[in-house]
């Protein structure tokens, strides 16, 4: 038996247009604000695209998803692989990368910007018509496995221009925008996600939408979906809906006491 699917509610064409990416296996970009769903996503497509696949070789590839962080020290070989010494023997040990290509799992690279320009490098040979990852180290060159795919996120506005994707690797990949649910699929979400009935998550969902205005005040994205998701679990866990605010909400988003100002005057108004 297959276990359930992850809750994912779509908000737009991207679950038809990322079936469509991975047909064709074109790498895909998920850009947008943090705790807007990309993980879910990924974790949601790989599920209809490997257990509910109809594929049997699909089906068997275990793991499906194969995820990194990615930060600034990570390094080229912590994605293909290094040489270990066990006892008076080195054997090599294929990184998270390698391991994706050759089982034909989906590589996700998270917020890929993070990692070192050498290290984003080393994807690009996967993303065209070769699909083929160069293993230095060892000499190889390995031809990904027909259903791999390499999905890659990042989130345009943190840091600004400072931390952007070069073009010739942002070129390689087809980009699904994302952003925060209107009110209504967000307090949806909420309320499944917390258990919180319908009204606390409206209003938990409207808070969200308002602190998303606030951008005049050099606060740039606003509360994420998934701040929002922790408010609703404290108020499902006994704690008082303001209290659950200050705490998932308002300290939670910044540690700018005039940002923090402006989203408590918004949760006073909002709740009842
Ligand atoms: N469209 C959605 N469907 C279901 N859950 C969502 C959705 N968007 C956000 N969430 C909730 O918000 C949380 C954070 O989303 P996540 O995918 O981790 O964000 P990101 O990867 O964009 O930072 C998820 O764990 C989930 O609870
Ligand atoms: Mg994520």
Not at 42 to 68: C, F, H, K, Q
Not at 185 to 194: D, K, L, N, Q
């Amino acid at each position: 038996m297959t276990a359930a699917p992850p809750y994912y509610l779509p908000l737009s064409d991207e679950v038809a247009v990322f079936e469509a990416a991975y047909q064709a296996r074109l790498p895909v970009l998920l850009k947008g604000p943090t705790g807007c769903g990309k993980t879910r996503f990924v974790e949601y497509m790989t599920w209809r695209l490997y257990r509910g696949s109809e594929s049997d070789r699909r089906r068997n590839i275990d793991p499906a998803l194969i995820t990194v962080t990615c930060h600034e020290d990570l390094t080229g070989t912590d994605l293909v692989g290094r040489y270990l010494l066990r006892g008076d023997e080195t054997v090599w040990m294929d990184g998270p990368l390698t391991r994706a290509v050759r089982t034909g799992a989906i590589s996700y690279l998270d917020e890929i910007v993070e990692a070192r320009k050498d290290t984003t490098v080393i994807i690009h040979s996967l993303t065209d018509h070769r699909r083929m990852l160069p293993i230095e180290k060892t000499a190889e060159l390995i031809e990904a496995h027909p259903d791999f795919l390499l999905v890659i996120s990042y989130n345009p506005g943190y840091q600004g221009l400072l931390k952007d994707l070069k073009p010739s690797t942002r070129q390689r990949f087809v980009a699904i925008a994302f952003d925060y649910p209107d009110e209504e699929r967000e307090a949806t979400i909420i309320a499944h996600e917390s258990g919180v009935d319908d009204e606390t998550a409206e209003r938990l969902a409207v808070i969200g939408a308002k602190t998303r205005n606030l951008s005049e005040q050099g606060f740039e994205e606003g509360v994420s979906t998934r701040l929002l998701t922790y408010a609703g679990a404290l108020i499902r866990g006994g704690v008082d809906a303001r209290r659950a605010c200050e705490i998932a909400v308002v300290n939670a988003v910044s540690d700018d006491t005039t940002v923090q100002k402006a989203v408590a005057d918004i949760v006073d108004v909002v709740l009842p």
